[in-house]
Nanobody, 122 residues
Framework: QVPLVESGGGLVQTGDSLRLSCLASGRTDGTYVMGWFRQAPGKERDFVARINWRGSNTAYLDSVKGRFTISRDNAKNTVWLQMNSLKPEDTAVYYC???????????????WGQGTQVTVSS
């Protein structure tokens, strides 16, 4: 069974907000760093945000600092990405991922969701 499932994407206008959700639908044993990544057409998949198991540490792509917030509730097996003040350059497919290292590289994340489309019109 696919362990991670994203939802919450959609079509919005510049300045609007969206909240993405990532539900662990498979086994949830162990501790994981959870990350959000995005991939725009014709571009590589880029790091957006990550959060440690405890939820005490977070890290963000510079261009989303102050606008995006990652959070998690382990009791609900859920991770969120709150996106405010959205810009057209935020348009991409957004993926959640789980890994065992405090890193931002995609290769270090072992489990991935199917992605959810976020489109921001100007």
């Amino acid at each position: 069974q696919v362990p991670l499932v994203e939802s919450g994407g959609g079509l919005v206008q510049t300045g609007d907000s969206l909240r993405l959700s990532c539900l662990a639908s498979g086994r949830t044993d162990g501790t994981y760093v959870m990350g959000w990544f995005r991939q725009a057409p014709g571009k590589e998949r880029d790091f957006v945000a990550r959060i440690n198991w405890r939820g005490s540490n977070t890290a963000y792509l510079d261009s989303v600092k102050g606008r995006f917030t990652i959070s998690r509730d382990n009791a609900k097996n859920t991770v969120w990405l709150q996106m405010n003040s959205l810009k057209p350059e935020d348009t991409a497919v957004y993926y959640c991922a789980a890994g065992r290292r405090w890193v931002r590289t995609t290769a270090e994340y072992n489990y991935w969701g199917q992605g959810t489309q976020v489109t921001v019109s100007s």
